[in-house]
């Protein structure tokens, strides 16, 4: 909180925007995870980390066995729509050491990941890209990290 409050009237909106934003989910271990990569990534990513780390904040936490189906968590595959371009993508999200753009595997460290995560299949979010612009992404598909190779749709549908 404090570096929110360093930051002034840019905090500030970001704030308001994020009364707006959807209800997010986080594995409990994740989000410690995910605090401490933000934390150590202030420095070179600055905006990057603040926003991950309002999302953290904001989010319900849950179990590993008790997140709610669909949720996007790290290692999901995720189909999601942007808006401002009108193009849909899959990606699998994934820590900083195993994204690769050609995989389609993003970093939770890039303003996608940052906004993916915790979104539930069918939620949108006005999110900013990199050039502090908003766009909205929409979720169409989560799959899970953990969903059985065998009959993977019973986990996007959350039967699984």
């Known amino acids: 909180m404090q570096g929110l409050l360093s930051c002034g009237i840019t905090s500030t909106m970001n704030i308001r925007k994020a009364a707006r934003r959807p209800a997010i989910h986080l594995i409990d271990d994740q989000a410690e995870t995910l605090t401490n990569l933000a934390l150590a990534a202030e420095h070179r990513l ?13 989010a319900t936490l849950h179990g590993s066995n008790a997140l709610p189906a669909r949720i996007v968590s790290m290692n999901c595959l995720v189909e999601f ?80």
């Open 46 to 58: 600055p905006e990057v980390a603040e926003l991950l780390l309002q999302e953290i904040e904001r």
């Open 81 to 160: 729509v942007d808006a401002a371009s009108g193009s849909s993508r899959t990606v699998q999200l994934v820590y900083p050491g195993e994204a690769d753009i050609t995989g389609n595997r993003i970093s939770i460290l890039t303003p996608v990941g940052a906004g993916l995560i915790g979104m539930r299949q069918g939620q949108s979010i006005l999110w900013p890209d990199r050039d502090g612009h908003d766009r909205k992404l929409t979720i169409v598909k989560v799959i899970s990290p953990h969903a059985r190779p065998v009959d993977a749709a019973e986990c996007v549908t959350g039967t699984g």
